[in-house]
């Protein structure tokens, strides 16, 4: 039952700090090392309950390992469990990511800082390509859903769709589809224990509980956003990129890697926050930290806000968009978790939902392999040129702007996380040291 345990609480949060400062590796390695802590050697969660709650996880928008850290928590002491799991999950990775942007903003134009990052931009490519492959492994069960795939691609690359509308029509595509008998639903899995985490409470109590969960939720998510629109305006940086972000938190579906094409394209493109190569180099930056990819985000609302007309001295106004960033994109993860936690095993049996995931998933194959491209050609062209002929969209690079060097670093990067299987930090810190090396020997 949530929030009974023999586990102290000052004990499990010193577990839950130890796993926010040691948290690198992205989900798939966060999901490990919680896994072999928490089940393994503290043996606080049986396989049953971790897998029960990761499913769960998996469903929502947002970082999973992050939910996952805070369903956890919840499990063991209940919403104030949940709280310092998920917080020490990203307050480590908040705290260096900010210092690293602090930096990046002042000296990002200084020789050896731009071969460092040179160089991490390859390796960044060949990461995305990774997660690509990852995910797809997972996604492609069935044969529909390569047409999934297939279609989401073709809507964002082609025909420029918004990332939100991918999303829905996956969701619809794989409801049909379902409705045809063309994708069936996985199998739910060990029902082992499925009941052991609920609440002996009535539906009514439950409505009600979940009523003010909701309301609390909301009122901390979107107070500050409503807030900063009446105070600044519409058109201020602080209030875009509340707006802007508090969408991202609801439909970032598949991570942060799903995500990160649309972020670009309305971040560098409508926005102009950031360039597309100062977008790879926060993403290398992100996979260097602990904590979830998305952090990613707070890079951009950094550079963002530093770099808007705010009135403010460059350096606080790039640390309150920062901080808008970070909230609107994580307080989101908490209420989806405590207001849906108490029905997990509930929505697990639902067979329609669990097939519009499904597809969701498959769709966010096609919408990274949009994002491997674009990043790829942002990687080795010096000039990328955006154009339209009808209603399609087209990225094409000038052959003549091809960098043989990237080139070169990105095919090595590719075989040492491909074929060789290196961490993303040994990846990335090599390549940065092969970038110096290039630049300057």
Same mark, same amino acid.
């Given at each position: ?154 809507? &964002? ?25 063309? &994708? ?134 790039? &640390? ?39 597809? &969701? ?81």
């Amino acid at each position: 039952m949530a929030g009974q345990t023999d586990v102290s609480f000052g004990e499990a949060f010193r577990v839950w700090t130890k796993i926010g400062f040691l948290s690198f590796g992205g989900p798939a390695g966060q999901i490990a090392l919680m896994h072999r802590i928490l089940v393994d050697e503290k043996k606080w969660l049986s396989e049953s309950q971790f897998l029960h709650a990761l499913n769960f996880c998996m469903l929502l928008p947002g970082p999973e390992a992050q939910q996952l850290a805070t369903y956890s928590g919840w499990l063991l002491h209940g919403v104030k469990g949940g709280l310092a799991a998920g917080l020490m999950f990203i307050l480590p990775g908040v705290a260096v990511m900010l210092g690293l942007s602090v930096l990046y903003a002042a000296y990002a134009d200084l020789a050896f800082v731009d071969a460092i990052f040179f160089g991490i931009k390859a390796a960044v490519f060949a990461i995305v390509i990774e997660a690509l492959i990852r995910i797809s492994k997972r996604a492609m069960k069935q044969a529909m859903l390569y047409a999934v795939a297939g279609a989401a691609f073709i809507a &964002i690359f082609l025909f420029d769709v918004p990332f939100p509308l991918v999303i829905a029509g996956a969701a619809l595509l794989g409801f049909i589809a379902m409705r045809a008998g063309l &994708i069936s639903a996985s199998p739910a899995g060990d029902d082992e224990a499925a009941n052991d985490t609920a609440r002996p409470m009535t539906m009514r109590a439950m409505a009600l509980r979940s009523a003010g969960t909701l309301a609390t939720g909301l009122v901390l998510w979107l107070g500050p956003v409503a807030a900063l629109i009446f105070f600044l305006g519409g058109g201020h940086v602080l209030a875009q990129q509340a707006v802007f972000f508090s969408q991202m938190a609801v439909v970032t579906f598949g991570g942060a890697y799903a995500v990160l094409a649309y972020v670009a394209q309305e971040a560098v493109q409508n926005y102009g926050w950031l360039s597309a190569g100062e977008m790879l180099d926060g993403l290398g930056l992100a996979e260097t930290t602990p904590g979830p990819l998305i952090l990613v985000l707070q890079f951009v609302g950094y550079l963002g806000a530093f770099r808007a007309e705010t009135g403010l001295d460059p350096a606080i106004a790039g &640390i309150a968009g920062a901080a808008v960033t970070v909230w609107v994109t994580f307080v989101p993860c908490f209420l989806w978790i405590f207001l849906g936690a108490p029905y997990v095993e509930r929505l697990r049996k639902v067979e329609s939902l669990n097939v519009i995931f499904m597809a &969701i998933t498959a769709a966010v194959a096609g919408v990274i392999l949009n994002l491997a491209i674009w990043f790829g050609l942002h990687v080795l062209f010096g000039e990328v040129a955006e154009r339209h002929v009808s209603v399609l969209r087209l990225w094409v690079p000038d052959v003549a702007t091809l960098d043989p060097w990237a080139l070169v670093l990105s095919i090595g990067a590719l075989v040492a996380v491909l074929r060789f299987k290196m961490g993303m930090v040994s990846v990335l810190g090599l390549a940065a040291a092969l970038g110096l090396a290039i630049r300057f020997l």
